[in-house]
């Protein structure tokens, strides 16, 4: 039985394939982040980020090759203005996908997005961004 106190949720860093290599981040009110969302019941972290991703980006699965061997976890307690207390442990499952190339974004829960230069070391978002993008920069130098 899930644990009510959890909200398991995923999502998908995009990079691009072609050089210079970009990456896509979302623009929310007060910060940048990923097209990531919440599981529905009975999915699995990889459906979830598929999906999530489709929603918000409107680039459909068969866009998006995902990286087999790699997957980034963190969690961190969030609040829900529905549910003010108590705070509840958000798990993250974040994959990383390839696409060929930026593409236009059609947002649909966004502000609007950024296609921005994979150059690591990045510093845009402490808690959850700068920590996937240093994972990222290691796998890819393995």
């Keep these: ?11 998908v860093l995009l990079l ?6 970009q990456f896509l981040l979302m623009r929310h009110p007060d910060r940048w982040d990923l097209p990531k969302g ?3 019941p009975g999915e699995s972290a ?9 929603e918000e980006t409107g680039l459909g699965p068969a866009a998006i090759a995902l990286e ?20 509840r442990t958000k798990r993250l499952t974040i994959f990383l996908g390839w696409i060929d190339r930026p593409r236009e974004i059609a947002c649909t829960e966004h502000s609007g997005y950024r296609w921005w ?7 845009i978002q402490p808690e959850t961004i700068d920590p996937l993008l240093s994972e990222v920069a290691r796998y890819l130098a393995e």
């Design 1 to 11: 039985m899930a644990n009510p106190n959890v909200v398991e949720a995923a999502g």
């Design 16 to 21: 691009t394939r072609a050089r210079p290599r």
């Design 38 to 40: 919440h599981a529905e």
């Design 46 to 54: 990889r459906q979830t980020a598929l999906r999530e991703t489709s």
């Design 68 to 87: 087999p061997d790699f997957q980034f976890h963190t969690e961190y307690e969030v609040r829900y203005a529905d549910q003010p207390d108590p705070p």
């Design 117 to 123: 230069p994979w150059s690591p070391p990045h510093a």
